[in-house]
């Protein structure tokens, strides 16, 4: 089955800085890549996503970026702010042939400094 | 529209006892996934259905855990016997059946047991 590697566990970053989270995934067949972020206490929410179609994709201060053929995705968080300290779960699927079950990793708790 | 709906928030069950964990999908959803997040762990996938079939219980424990989604009311998560070790968050997320968009999680059921 897939198995979804993250890194880094933990990361601190200073307020206005970038950050950068990597995933790595085993299944060839996947092809959508989520990204949640999860506050303490609070259900994960969907903050962006990529479909293997697609090598980048951009929403303001985050995007993310696509390497099929290396099997791995990352999350870039530009500008960071302290509203950004969460804890983020990259994931991935095979969309719509097994119903979307999501194989998650295992966190990136991002701490923004000020 | 209203989110997806998970109740109670918070529950604690003494050793031994029954948990009943419900959840409402978004109107319209007819896909709902069951996933347990244990303290400062990753999301970990459970069960996934549609009404009146469990599609994929790959992540279900053998035993004590069942699930279902009724024609009629919300998806119910049961764990009999509740030990120690099932204290976690169960978190739920709804899909519609041909969607093109990540699916969006419930609030969570905090699950205690003493």
């Known amino acids: 089955g897939e198995n979804v590697e993250q890194h880094p566990s933990t990361l601190s970053v200073q307020e206005g800085d970038s950050a950068v989270i990597k995933c790595t995934y085993s299944d060839s067949a996947s092809n959508y890549f989520p990204w949640y972020k999860q506050e303490l206490g609070k259900r994960p929410q969907l903050i962006i996503d990529i479909r293997s179609n697609v090598g980048e994709k951009k929403d303001q201060r985050i995007a993310v970026t696509l390497n099929k053929t290396a099997k791995h995705f990352s999350l870039h968080i530009t500008e960071t702010q302290p509203e950004d300290s969460a804890v983020y779960f990259c994931a991935a699927s095979r969309w719509a042939e097994y119903g979307n079950k999501l194989v998650f990793g295992a966190g990136t708790i991002l701490r923004v400094k000020s | 529209n209203a989110g997806v709906m998970q109740n109670p928030r918070h529950l604690v069950r003494r050793r031994g006892q029954e948990a009943r964990l419900r959840c409402s999908p978004m109107k319209g959803h007819s896909h709902v996934y069951w996933y347990r997040q244990l303290p400062e762990e990753g999301l970990k996938f459970m069960v996934y259905l549609q009404k009146e079939n469990i599609i994929d219980e790959s992540g279900m424990p053998k035993e004590r855990f069942s699930a279902e989604f009724p024609k009629e009311g919300p998806s119910i998560l049961r764990i009999q016997q509740v030990v120690r070790g099932d204290s976690a968050a169960y978190f739920c997320?709804?899909?519609?059946?041909?969607?093109?968009?990540?699916?969006?999680f419930g609030s969570g059921t905090r699950l205690t047991v003493v």
């Open positions: 997320a709804s899909s519609p059946i041909d969607s093109n968009y990540g699916y969006t």
